[in-house]
């Protein structure tokens, strides 16, 4: 047998998202009691799809639904799952593969397979959602179902309820994000900024990365990347409980009343991280800071064009990067009571860059960081 890798991530506990059932339980109570309602019904989540590639019998692949991964934590597509607000007691409901399946796919588990894996206190199949709620919950009269409902604040998507038989009402919530590719041809002297992350049971970093595609910043580019690293290095110091976020964007007053600042940096400092990578609900502890300076012909043009605005540019130096493009620095970070720990991990100052990009490891050995230091970025 083949050892494993020594690279391969520490396995995650299904503790973890019993835990989660459990914050949403004491938080149901708390809202229940605060409005002298009875501590029952039950919360009843949907969980992801598999979708085929257009009209083809391709399968993409499967990403678990973000609300449905934080509380239960199940990597296969087309589950059910339940938490009963009194007891706290989990369900597991199991798609009822057709035989065939173990033909193509492998072995069809069973329901104790589920119930020892996810760490529930009970599982059964799809199809016997409607009789299990009826007897086991419905009490006098039909089940008391919570439902998630809401405005997404980053998305602005709002979920949505489906209908189900007994008029049971299903959780189904509709991540409509979409991306769009741009394909560019870079040239000697561009700047490549790369905004990506990795997602490892199903929590989410993001990690953005600017660097010369030459090897070598050249002058115009120092003086950009610097001072966005500057910025970023200064939000990171000053982070830690009782700061004010907002705080963290402030300018010279007369400037910011105009926005000036968006016309260099249209986005804001950074967003919370989670089950998604722009997660509104995700843990406050953990957050990205991602200043950044582009040079965008469509806001430099309104600003330009506007008579109070354009007073405060100096259109001749903002020609000189006329077609720079821009420059983002991306950590994730945890603040904590003592301040902030930067997660990342990755070349930040200019020489390092030009270091690894010149074939050194990283990170750079003790040894050579003084020379490298000291031979590169002298463009």
């Not at 604040?153 to 979920?159: A, I, L």
């Amino acid at each position: 047998m083949a050892a494993s890798s020594s690279l391969a991530p520490p396995a995650v506990p299904m503790e973890l998202h019993a835990g989660n059932r459990d914050r949403l339980v004491a938080a149901l109570h708390g809202h229940l009691s605060d409005s002298a309602r009875l501590l029952r019904g039950l919360v009843l989540l949907q969980g992801g799809e598999e979708q085929t590639r257009y009209c083809t019998d391709h399968l993409e692949l499967f990403r678990q639904e973000s609300y449905f991964a934080y509380l239960f934590g199940v990597r296969e597509p087309g589950f059910y799952g339940a938490v009963d607000v009194a007891s706290g007691q989990s369900i597991l409901f199991v798609p009822r593969l057709p035989s065939d399946y173990a033909v193509w796919m492998g072995e069809i588990k069973p329901l104790s397979y589920f119930k020892d894996t996810y760490k529930v206190d009970m599982v059964f199949y799809v199809d016997e959602i409607a009789q299990v709620l009826q007897d086991r919950f419905s009490g006098d009269g039909k089940p008391l179902l919570f439902l998630l409902h809401g405005k997404n604040t980053d998305s602005g998507n709002y979920s949505k309820p489906a209908s189900f038989e007994l008029e049971l009402a299903l959780i189904q919530y509709a991540n409509d994000v979409s991306s769009e590719a741009h394909i560019e041809t870079l040239n000697d002297g561009d700047m490549a900024l790369m905004d990506m992350g990795a997602e490892y049971h199903f929590y989410a970093s993001d990690i953005t990365c600017s660097y010369p595609i030459n090897g070598k910043f050249n002058s115009n580019q120092i003086v950009i990347y610097n001072a966005v690293l500057k910025a970023h290095n200064a939000v990171i110091s000053h982070m830690q409980p009782g700061v004010n976020w907002l705080d963290m964007h402030k300018d010279v007053d007369d400037m910011m009343a105009q926005r000036l600042g968006s016309v260099f940096m249209p986005h804001g400092l950074g967003h919370l991280l989670g089950i998604d990578t722009h997660d509104p609900g995700g843990y406050p502890e953990v957050i990205t800071v991602e200043p950044g300076c582009y040079f965008i012909d469509a806001l430099l043009s309104q600003a330009r064009d506007d008579p109070v605005s354009s007073k405060f540019f100096n259109w001749q130096e903002v020609e000189k990067y006329k077609s720079f493009g821009g420059v983002r620095i991306e950590s994730d970070v945890y603040v904590t009571a003592q301040g902030c720990k930067n997660l990342t991990n990755c070349p930040r100052e200019t020489w390092e860059i030009e270091a690894v990009m010149a074939g050194a490891p990283w990170p750079l050995p003790a040894s050579n960081s003084t020379a490298t230091q000291n031979g590169l970025s002298k463009a």
